[in-house]
């Protein structure tokens, strides 16, 4: 998989619109974005593209995000 960049204005899931990088780290990327069937904002996490073939980090995203869903 490329190291290709995701950019603004990105529709992912054919529901969430990237609308700005937050922040970038060595695992992920976070973004403002906006759930355009619900109409409101949300936080994105976006998996780098290097690691999204790696088996681990992929069960370490998912365990992070079942997490965070409890906490919403």
Same mark, same amino acid.
């Given at each position: 998989?490329? @190291? !290709?960049? *995701? $950019? =603004?204005?990105? *529709?992912? =899931? #054919?529901?969430?619109? &990237?609308?700005? &990088? *937050? @922040?970038? #780290? #060595?695992?992920?990327e976070v973004?403002? #974005?906006? +759930?355009?069937?619900? @109409?409101?904002?949300?936080? *994105?996490? $976006?998996?780098?593209?290097?690691? =999204?073939? @790696? +088996? ?9 995000? $079942? !997490?965070?869903?409890?906490? !919403?």
């Amino acid at each position: 998989m490329s @190291d !290709a960049r *995701i $950019v =603004a204005e990105t *529709i992912l =899931a #054919g529901r969430y619109r &990237l609308v700005q &990088l *937050i @922040d970038r #780290g #060595g695992m992920a990327e976070v973004w403002e #974005g906006k +759930d355009e069937i619900l @109409d409101r904002p949300v936080a *994105i996490k $976006v998996l780098h593209p290097r690691l =999204a073939s @790696d +088996d681990q980090f992929q069960e370490r995203f998912r365990r992070e995000a $079942v !997490a965070a869903a409890r906490l !919403a």
